[in-house]
């Protein structure tokens, strides 16, 4: 119960701020926020094991794959 409504709360505050402010309301109210509390879903992409899976799909088709979900144009390096 207390995560559904941290989470509600949470996405509610957020969808304000960024209506007014952009993706600057996404940097500094999330990004950053989770950056100094050191939470570790920040770099989500190593978290959720796309590297695992990057490696497995390399290894089927012999690295000729161009849907990998990490390298050129990921999150990491867009913001």
Same mark, same amino acid.
């Given at each position: &119960?207390?995560?559904?409504?941290?989470?509600?709360?949470?996405?509610?505050?957020?969808?304000?701020? %960024?209506?007014?402010? *952009?993706? &600057?309301? %996404? @940097?500094? +109210? @999330?990004?950053?926020? !989770?950056?100094?509390? +050191?939470?570790?879903?920040?770099?989500? /992409?190593?978290?959720s094991g $796309?590297? &695992?899976?990057?490696?497995? /799909?390399?290894?089927? $088709? *012999? +690295? &000729? =794959? =161009?849907?990998?979900?990490?390298?050129?144009? @990921? $999150? !990491?390096? /867009?913001?």
């Open positions: &119960l207390a995560g559904f409504h941290s989470d509600s709360l949470g996405i509610t505050r957020f969808a304000r701020d %960024y209506a007014k402010r *952009g993706m &600057l309301a %996404y @940097v500094e +109210g @999330v990004q950053r926020a !989770e950056r100094n509390e +050191g939470v570790e879903t920040l770099k989500h /992409q190593g978290w $796309t590297e &695992l899976v990057d490696a497995m /799909q390399n290894t089927i $088709t *012999g +690295g &000729l =794959s =161009s849907t990998n979900t990490m390298g050129h144009g @990921v $999150t !990491e390096s /867009q913001f």
